[in-house]
C-alpha cells in the first residue's frame, strides 16, 4: 500500500524554523522525484520545491529560496522541508508529493502520490 506521511508543521512566530518531514512507505521511493506543495485557503496547490529521486538536484519556487531547504534519506525513505525566516506568508497546509516524471516538477499534475498534508501557521 503505497502512504506518504507529512509530520512537523506547527505554529511559529515569523522569523522562526520548521522542519517538515515526509515518511513514504510501500514502493521504491529512491525511483521517485518528490515535492513539496502548499495550499493557503481558498487558493491553489503551489509550487514549493522538489528534488531528484538520487537527491543530486533541488529546484525552489522564488518565494522560499535561500529560506527553505529540501533534502531527502533514501535510507529511510524520508524527503524533509527545513523551513528558516518563516513569514506570515507560508501559512498554508503543505503537501509533499512523489512522481516518476523527472520533468516539471513545479506542476502538482505530474505527481503520482500526495500525502494528507501538515498545517503551518506563522504569526506576524
Known amino acids: 500500500q503505497v502512504q506518504l506521511v507529512e509530520s512537523g508543521g506547527g505554529l511559529v512566530q515569523a522569523g522562526g524554523s520548521l522542519r517538515l518531514s515526509c515518511a513514504a512507505s510501500?514502493?521504491?521511493?529512491?525511483?521517485?522525484?518528490m515535492g513539496w506543495f502548499r495550499q493557503a485557503p481558498g487558493k491553489e496547490r503551489d509550487f514549493v520545491a522538489t528534488?531528484?529521486?538520487?537527491?543530486?538536484?533541488?529546484y525552489y519556487a522564488d518565494s522560499v529560496k535561500g529560506r527553505f531547504t529540501i533534502s531527502r534519506d533514501n535510507a529511510k525513505n524520508t524527503v524533509f522541508l527545513q523551513m528558516n525566516n518563516l513569514k506570515p506568508e507560508d501559512t498554508a497546509v503543505y503537501y509533499c508529493?512523489?512522481?516518476?516524471?523527472?520533468?516539471?516538477?513545479?506542476?502538482?499534475?505530474?505527481?503520482?502520490?500526495w500525502g494528507q498534508g501538515t498545517q503551518v501557521t506563522v504569526s506576524s
Open positions: 508529493g512523489a512522481s516518476l516524471k523527472t520533468y516539471a516538477l513545479t506542476f502538482a499534475t505530474v505527481y503520482d502520490y
Open positions: 510501500g514502493w521504491t521511493f529512491s525511483n521517485y522525484a
Open positions: 528534488i531528484t529521486g538520487s537527491g543530486g538536484r533541488t
